[in-house]
């Protein structure tokens, strides 16, 4: 540990806003060689939220036959053209086409066939009159009361996917919708990215593993670690917590060392202390170059955030601040995206765009705030919000307390951004809760 | 298969509106007698999503010591009082508090020991100065240049949780913040609910099972199994996907029966035909009371949902609509909170509490319609639309066609909900776009 006496108190070297922080993980995990690992064969019941290597391409027309969107009789349209309420025109019915079978039958001039919602047309029908449009007349014959136009009530073949057409783009993360897609084009296995293998290594003198069932005095229960690989697992990692590393700066850069040989993101956990911090720091800059990117954020909570790229292949290393809701901040804000990104994931379009331009797109619910809080001006803040439903809508309750570690994990329902250049929000203000 | 006559086109029997068919499942898996199946003693390492059974109390006090906030000097308060900038306190620094140790030391008058964040304070130490508030002062002694309140910058024992405190509630569904709470009070393994066991059952003499390599003319694959099962894995359940049923009632309904019987809830697949529809209703209501509870749904899409209680145990089925982006909305809207709550979980305060007063509350990203579209005014409608970034903001383009059973599903990023009463949407109006 370090001393506690002013020294100790290092200022954090380069300090950067959370919006400049995502510019510079982005462009290190462009310029870091990754993992280099082939492509995995993954049968469809296990690929949700894998990532695909390759496009899947249709191999086939879908549908493959001209197939009809309602219960009503297949035509040829010019047969139907003129037919109105009081000059309907009569077809004779020569048969029925049975769900799932193939049209066995061919229509002649002035005839039709009884076909139902996802039926195949006989041949040479082009059209599908609603039988909400018809009128039985007598045994095989039917009114048609409105003319149909060709295609109409028909979807013709290919016309959903064409043979050849990629259908899921490379990098695609499958949700799912994506699995109903691959099963309608009869894909039952698809090439994804190996799961990037996450290191998350605790460190502090004071931190034991969580399953220690007695503490000794001075001694803390391993919180985040728990709380990361669970977050790492639904991001699409493989987690492994590693044994706590004490404040000691050659245990932690022989360890940090191991750790970007095999993983291809290493998460250092801080402990309580600055001195673990500076360890940190130092460990990464002898792995480098290029070693630290960037050691400070100016967000609260989350300051004590490092990152860099250490090892012979550049490996991502984040060191996140000791205190857990301010790692799990930072985990959403840094490490997820580029956790996602490492497991080969393109984000869509849209997200991307929004993101060079400083624009993070999340999901949130509208709140009002119950009580008035204040901010630094001079960086963004989250707050840590519980919700309530009251006089018809939602509020948004600030959670607090120096005390917060455990208390503020359990009662946070989410959090509220207070932008940095603001003085802090008010009583009633319209907030936006991200749910965590 | 159904004729395609009009004496086919069964009326929906029971249409109800989305928030009224929210309020007769909730009421249905109140009064059914659910699973009866005893908790699992979980790991914490695969607790994340699972479902506590009891509640989680806190079996000690945290922190356990009298634990400082920062890194500084232990003192008595007391003797600080009456310090400042022109007149320091002169102190004895006796010792130094190792992180993660024991203060193996006490303070006598005039004392003090110098204590790094998260360090235990030596009796009987009761505030810390902050180390920026000190000025080394030779060998062995500080000046202090602030007086420090009792309790000031430390954590009293218990003052985060007190031994005997709910942390956790029965009911609550475990998040990664969650973990750490646990493993912070040394929790290694809790109680969970059983995931319930859901059948997955496609129906229609079309369907064919997804891993079909070659459709013969007229069929076509089941698409929604997959992608149903992908989402009652996300929610806690264990979903089997049955054999594609015929339709044909009596298979139907020893099928169902058969389901009911080792399932905790039922989810029958639709086929594209009217006939598929009216056969799920009737073996339901055959395998009840109370059989089925609506039947048809004021949706657009999603009309031809059925849902009841079936079988000696009053199990849950739903038969949801063929179209299988039909289906997905469905479930999201009503298959996903029944799931949810069969599994155990008891939705926080805030949710139940919205859901009761008709308010479905679910994040959302704002966008702007690229293009007007007309609604029907009966009834809620959702509308797939894909994102687009252009112009610094985020636009929401609606996503058509016929044609669209894959389309939409591999183009659609969320739903728009146009509510019951409006004709439509403005090009350029700005909506709450749910990811899917």
Same sequence: chains 1, 2.
């Avoid at 995502?22 to 296990?46: D, I, K, Q």
């Avoid at 917590?241 to 993983?263: G, K, S, Y």
């Avoid at 600030?398 to 917060?404: A, D, E, I, L, T």
Wanted: charged share 20%; with cysteine.
């Amino acid at each position: 540990m370090s001393s506690a006496g002013p020294d100790a108190r290092a200022d954090y070297r380069d300090v950067v806003s959370p919006a400049e922080a995502g510019r510079l993980v982005r462009a290190a995990l462009a310029r870091s060689a990754g993992p280099a690992r082939p492509s995995e064969a993954v049968p469809l019941a296990s690929a949700a939220g894998r990532v695909l290597a390759a496009a899947v391409v249709a191999a086939e027309d879908v549908p493959g036959f001209k197939r009809s969107t309602v219960d009503g009789y297949a035509v040829r349209a010019p047969d139907t053209f003129g037919a109105g309420e009081g000059a309907p025109v009569l077809l004779t019915v020569v048969g029925r086409v049975a769900m799932g079978r193939a049209a066995d039958l061919r229509l002649g001039p002035g005839q039709t066939a009884a076909v139902p919602t996802g039926g195949m047309l006989p041949e040479p029908a082009d059209a599908v009159v609603m039988v909400e449009h018809t009128v039985p007349a007598g045994e095989d014959l039917v009114e048609v009361l409105r003319p149909v136009a060709p295609g109409e009530n028909v979807v013709r073949p290919g016309e959903d996917v064409a043979r050849g057409t990629e259908v899921l783009p490379a990098g695609r993360r499958l949700g799912p919708a994506d699995l109903g897609v691959l099963a309608a084009l009869g894909v039952t296995e698809v090439a994804c990215h190996p799961r990037p293998k996450v290191a998350v290594i605790p460190t502090g003198d004071e931190i034991v593993p969580a399953g220690t069932s007695r503490l000794a005095p001075g001694q803390v229960r391993d919180i985040t670690s728990a709380a990361v690989a669970a977050h790492v697992t639904g991001d699409g990692g493989e987690p492994t917590v590693f044994d706590v590393v004490p404040d000691n700066p050659e245990l932690l850069e022989r360890t940090l060392e191991a750790a970007v040989d095999r993983f291809d993101l290493v998460l250092a956990l801080g402990g309580s202390s600055v001195g673990a911090r500076d360890n940190t720091a130092a460990a990464i800059d002898k792995l480098g170059p290029p070693g630290v990117l960037f050691h400070g954020l100016a967000l609260k909570p989350g300051k004590p955030t490092i990152f860099g790229l250490a090892g012979g292949r550049g490996v991502p290393v984040f060191g996140l601040p000791g205190h857990p809701v301010s790692a799990l901040v930072v985990y959403r804000l840094l490490v997820r995206p580029a956790l996602r990104r490492l497991g080969g994931e393109l984000a869509p379009g849209w997200r991307t765009a929004a993101e060079e331009q400083g624009t993070a797109l999340e999901a949130f619910l509208p709140a009002r705030l119950t009580t008035a809080v204040s901010s630094d001006q001079g960086r963004d803040e989250y707050l840590c919000v519980r919700l309530v439903w009251s006089d018809g809508r939602l509020w948004a309750e600030p959670v607090h307390g120096k005390s917060g570690l455990i208390t503020m994990l359990a009662r946070a329902d989410g959090l509220v951004r207070i932008p940095a250049g603001r003085r802090g929000l008010d009583a009633g203000e319209n907030v936006e809760v991200v749910l965590l």
